[in-house]
């Protein structure tokens, strides 16, 4: 994801809809996520997010979501199709 697109939240926008949207269908939320220098705006952001690690190797780890439903900020339209 670009850094001008993550700088503007979207990446807690789209992370809160996967979470509520995972909670709604009683599915748990993991991400398979790899250390760079690159992405670690983005580790960050899981972190805030309340996803918490499940196991590390080396520069790899699995998080895990365990907290609550989040709210998407109001001045966000989401519309998805799955």
Same mark, same amino acid.
Not at 2 to 20: F, K, Q
Not at 31 to 36: Q, R, Y
Not at 50 to 64: A, K, M, P, T
């Given at each position: 994801? =670009?850094? !001008?697109?993550?700088?503007? *939240?979207?990446? =807690?926008? %789209?992370?809160?809809?996967?979470?509520?949207?995972?909670?709604?269908?009683? %599915?748990?939320?993991?991400?398979?996520?790899?250390?760079?220098? !690159?992405?670690?705006?983005? /580790?960050?952001?899981?972190?805030l997010m309340?996803?918490?690690?499940? =196991?590390?190797?080396?520069? !790899?780890?699995?998080?895990?979501?365990n907290g *609550? =439903?989040r709210d %998407?900020?109001? /001045?966000?339209?989401?519309?998805?199709?799955?």
């Open positions: 994801m =670009s850094c !001008r697109v993550m700088t503007r *939240g979207i990446g =807690s926008a %789209l992370l809160g809809w996967l979470i509520n949207y995972a909670q709604e269908n009683g %599915l748990t939320l993991q991400a398979d996520f790899i250390s760079t220098a !690159r992405n670690r705006i983005m /580790y960050i952001t899981y972190k309340q996803f918490e690690e499940r =196991s590390r190797d080396g520069d !790899r780890c699995l998080l895990q979501y *609550g =439903s %998407l900020p109001d /001045y966000l339209n989401m519309h998805v199709s799955i």
